[in-house]
């Protein structure tokens, strides 16, 4: 892949990538979006499905915007909010917690890179971490490098992954997780065997693409795929899974949890399955999850990517971790 002398960053203040020269206009989108609460919608034997997480909230969003859908990735920005980012390359910006009605915020880039006859190239960005110094990192799809994005200086640079040169296409970073400690997490979404769940992760020292992955193997339920992770205060990794099922086609989800402080390069770390993600009302394609210290305790916050189907929605739920987790 080609690079440039410089990114933009184009979400200001979060994402906003700067580049030499005049910038082109943000406001790349302007429709509506409709954020509804559905949560009492949801029947008594999904949410026992949740268990030991209670579910705290649920809405549909939709909109009207031609960049609007296709989230993978949720992250907090610097404001307290959120930030949903599609494989589009597109954010949108949401409060936190969500208000109900009609609104107009403004659909943007998420990272572009300026190529050398002026077009600008877009990155399919799978997977978001809010670094302690503020830094955004993002993780891609087909492709070795991730982004970090610094915004408080309006400035953003590839950093190339070598570990990752040999995942396969559409098996990129799809999860990413800074763990207490400072090391990281990389999983792929399609570097799994087939044989009982094993799957392919990498954990670096530091941030990836600045000290060397060891990898390691992870089981998850057989048939599901890693698509997010977020890592809880005492060093274990929550994942969110996912598979497809092609009898009635629809979307299964699941969070396990993965506790690697036993990790074993030598040997696949299991995972322990905790909730599920399914039944009529709640079977979506719940692809992003990020974890928001709330009170006493946490809350973890997921949203679906739709893919423009009209069988699908875009949805954000809140579910609330135990006490004693």
């Known amino acids: 892949m080609r690079k440039v002398l410089a990114f933009l960053l184009l979400l200001l203040p979060l994402l906003w990538l700067s580049w030499t020269g005049p910038r082109p206009n943000p406001n790349l989108g302007t429709g509506k979006v409709l954020v509804e609460d559905i949560l009492a919608e949801v029947p008594a034997a999904e949410r026992a499905g ?3 997480f209670a579910i705290e909230g649920l809405w549909r969003i939709s909109g009207t915007d031609r960049f609007f859908g296709g989230y993978s990735a949720l992250v907090q920005s610097r404001s307290g909010g959120f930030l949903a980012i599609s494989d589009r390359n597109r954010v949108l910006s949401l409060p936190l917690p969500p208000r109900t009605g009609w609104s107009l915020p403004k659909v943007q880039r998420a990272v ?3 190529l050398a006859d002026g077009r600008y190239f ?12 503020g830094a955004l990192w993002l993780g891609l799809e087909d492709n070795r490098n991730v982004v970090r ?8 640079r590839l950093l190339e992954v070598p570990e990752i040169a040999d995942w396969p296409r559409n098996g990129g970073t799809e ?3 800074r763990l207490p400690d400072g090391r990281w997490a990389m999983l792929c979404e399609s ?5 009982g769940g094993l799957h392919l992760g990498l954990i670096f020292p530091g941030h990836p693409g600045e000290t060397k992955g060891q990898p390691f193997g992870v089981i998850v339920p057989p048939g ?10 005492d060093g274990r990794l929550l994942l969110l899974v996912r598979r497809f099922a092609f009898l009635l086609p629809h979307f299964e989800a699941r969070l396990v949890l993965a506790d690697l402080r036993r990790l074993d390069p030598t040997r696949p770390l299991r995972t322990q399955q905790l909730a599920t ?4 009302y709640l079977r979506e394609n719940w692809e992003g999850m990020t974890l928001v210290p709330e009170g006493k305790g946490h809350a973890l916050w997921l949203i679906t990517d739709a893919n423009d189907s009209a069988f699908q929605e875009t949805r954000l739920m809140k579910l609330r971790l135990p006490e004693r987790f």
């Open 122 to 133: 877009g990155f399919d960005v799978e997977s978001a971490v809010r670094d302690p110094d």
């Open 112 to 114: 572009s890179l300026r």
């Open 149 to 156: 994005v610094d915004t408080r200086l309006g400035k953003a």
């Open 277 to 280: 993600l399914d039944g009529p």
């Open 191 to 195: 570097c799994g065997t087939g044989r």
């Open 224 to 233: 599901f795929d890693p698509v997010d992770a977020v890592a809880l205060p």
């Open 50 to 52: 949740l268990a030991p």
């Open 175 to 177: 999860a990413m997780a």
